[in-house]
């Protein structure tokens, strides 16, 4: 990605965000959401998230990309944040599963 | 002899700043090995390194730079850009529930005040409804910028460590272990589930579609399987419809 293309990208991105955070307080301040849409926002966390974890896993190879190393070193991290509800021990769960698998294939 | 000039009381002496900080440390340890990881990842980037980490700066905001600095290597920009635009739907959701607290505060903070609206201040702006406006505005801003100061500082750490692991550790992996504990953490509700499954399996099966558009076909998918899934277990949740009982319109 050249110097251009990734400073204009995090220019817009950050406008968007601002956008996304201001928009209701500076702009719309007095309307109220539609209920149907406050609803589904509520879900926007999980579904792009969990399928952006999906696509880096891919590392940009496509379905081939995912293997099963990477993808055990994930599941570890799942169960570990599920049973701890801590990103800490979650990450150092997956990773040290990742280097074991790595060390014994 | 002149009177002493009367000077804004300091951190230590104004109780609404100090409350501030106290509690904004517990929100903020959880997002200590985020920051980390961005920092490591911003040295993974296929972005030039400055670039990358001034989305601290511009754009503020753990998931969107993590998926802007990861994606920079595989997405074209206007994947990249969409993807974090629909990562920060979610503050639209914080500025609405948020905007009842601006309306009588001034223009300045109304327009300054929606930087500082991450995660974690949403939690800490709606927690404290018995401040008055004045102190509400103090409050938010002392948490406001300790959030982004401690960020910084934090993502600098991680970049400085990430540069001196080598490759072969693949911490290129720890983006995706952590936004799918990110989800894991965040869904609190059966349709959170649905929406965290089905996006994550729309966007495997779509993973060979270009331009990285897996992320959001699973997105859209997921979003709109965790809306039916709210609305199919209120409905349950409710009993049956008293239309399909008496034959009138409750309406």
């Known amino acids: ?105 | 002899m002149s009177p002493p000039a009367r000077s804004r009381p300091s951190l230590r002496d104004d109780p609404v700043a100090r409350r501030a900080l106290l509690d904004c440390f517990p929100l903020f340890v959880p997002a200590i090995p985020f920051a980390l990881v961005l920092g490591v990842a911003i040295t993974e980037s296929a972005m030039p390194t400055a670039i990358a980490w001034s989305t601290n700066i511009f754009v503020f905001a753990g998931a969107a730079q993590l998926a802007t600095v990861s994606l920079a290597a595989t997405a074209t920009w206007l994947t990249l850009v969409a993807t974090a635009a629909v990562i920060n739907l979610r503050h639209v959701m914080y500025s609405a529930a948020m905007a009842p607290r601006f309306t009588e505060q001034p223009t300045w903070f109304r327009w300054v005040g929606p930087f500082f609206l991450i995660d974690q201040m949403f939690a800490l702006g709606m927690a404290r409804p018995e401040l008055s406006n004045s102190d509400w505005r103090r409050y938010y801003l002392t948490a406001g910028i300790f959030f982004f100061s401690s960020w910084n500082v934090l993502v600098t750490l991680g970049l400085v460590l990430g540069s001196a692991i080598p490759t072969e550790w693949r911490l290129d992996v720890a983006p995706a272990i952590m936004f799918a504990g990110i989800v894991v953490l965040g869904v609190t509700n059966r349709p959170g589930i649905v929406a965290a499954v089905v996006g994550a399996g729309v966007c495997f099966i779509a993973l060979d579609v270009p331009n990285n558009g897996g992320i959001l076909l699973g997105a859209i998918a997921g979003v709109l399987a965790g809306y039916v899934a709210d609305v199919v277990l209120d409905r349950s949740s409710h009993g049956p419809h008293p239309l399909a009982a008496d034959g009138t319109d409750p309406t």
């Open chain 1, 1 to 105: 990605m050249s110097s251009f293309a990734a400073a204009s990208a995090v220019l817009v991105v950050g406008l968007i965000t601002y956008a996304s955070r201001a928009g209701m307080i500076v702009f719309l301040a007095d309307r109220p959401v539609p209920t149907n849409v406050t609803r589904a926002l509520r879900y926007v966390g999980p579904a792009v998230l969990s399928a952006l974890s999906v696509n880096l896993l891919a590392g940009g190879d496509g379905i081939g990309g995912v293997t099963a190393i990477e993808s055990a070193a994930v599941v570890a991290g799942i169960v570990t944040v599920a049973a701890t509800r801590n990103l800490i021990a979650s990450i150092a769960v997956g990773m040290t599963t990742l280097w074991l698998l790595l060390w014994l294939t």
